[in-house]
T-cell receptor, first 113, second 112 residues
Framework: NAGVTQTPKFQVLKTGQSMTLQCAQD?????MSWYRQDPGMGLRLIHY???????DQGEVPNGYNVSRSTTEDFPLRLLSAAPSQTSVYFC????????????FGQGTRLTVV | EDQVTQSPEALRLQEGESSSLNCSYT??????LFWYRQDPGKGPEFLFT???AGEEKEKERLKATLTKKESFLHITAPKPEDSATYLC?????????????FGPGTSLSVIP
């Protein structure tokens, strides 16, 4: 089991560029989510999915899109990058958000200049 | 508004010096409280889930406890390898897919 795999690990974008952060899990988990982590603010939920074809917004969804065409993959798209999106992004998966542990990827450090 | 705070922000301990980290929360309808450990450059790693006041869980030198308003992570005789950021998170709401709210974390350094 690879767990949760995120690519790329590092990325630098220019303002206005678009890109997709990839996330894949091999644990057959229903629930997947994307967080951003900024100093002193903790992890904040961007979008989540409770299964293939079902997505919903989290706390800070503006500027990000997601889709879930398969159980395994949950990509995060930045349509027009802004400096405020400079952050570390984590993808996580779990059987559910309730009492089950979440497995996190290694993170993507994104810098928008 | 649902909120999770952690204290202290940073903690330096000598090896073997026991201490506690605090996680305070204000949510309606707590379903679970989670503790994670995060090493630099890595994603958070699950430690514990606590469900109700009075519950305790242990793993090696770590012990987590829960009251109606806060949780403590007690570290007994810490070693340098316990150095990490410890994150607390709570889940509240009525469905199993309600969001989890994370605190900002406590950065722990254990000095040999």
């Amino acid at each position: 089991n690879a767990g949760v795999t995120q690519t790329p690990k590092f990325q630098v974008l220019k303002t206005g560029q678009s890109m997709t952060l990839q996330c894949a899990q091999d644990m057959n988990h229903e629930y997947m989510s994307w967080y951003r982590q900024d100093p002193g603010m903790g992890l904040r939920l961007i979008h989540y999915s409770v299964g293939a074809g079902i997505t919903d917004q989290g706390e800070v969804p503006n500027g990000y899109n997601v889709s879930r065409s398969t159980t395994e993959d949950f990509p995060l798209r930045l349509l027009s990058a802004a400096p405020s999106q400079t952050s570390v992004y984590f993808c996580a998966s779990s059987l559910g958000t309730g009492s089950t542990e979440a497995f996190f990827g290694q993170g993507t450090r994104l810098t928008v200049v | 508004e649902d909120q999770v705070t952690q204290s202290p922000e940073a903690l330096r301990l000598q090896e073997g010096e026991s201490s506690s980290l605090n996680c305070s929360y204000t949510v309606s309808g707590l379903r679970g409280l989670f503790w994670y450990r995060q090493d630099p450059g890595k994603g958070p790693e699950f430690l514990f889930t606590l469900y109700s006041a009075g519950e305790e869980k242990e793993k090696e030198r770590l012990k987590a406890t829960l009251t109606k308003k806060e949780s403590f992570l007690h570290i007994t005789a810490p070693k340098p390898e316990d150095s990490a950021t410890y994150l607390c998170a709570v889940q509240a709401g009525k469905t199993s897919y309600d969001k989890v709210i994370f605190g900002p974390g406590t950065s722990l350094s254990v000095i040999p």
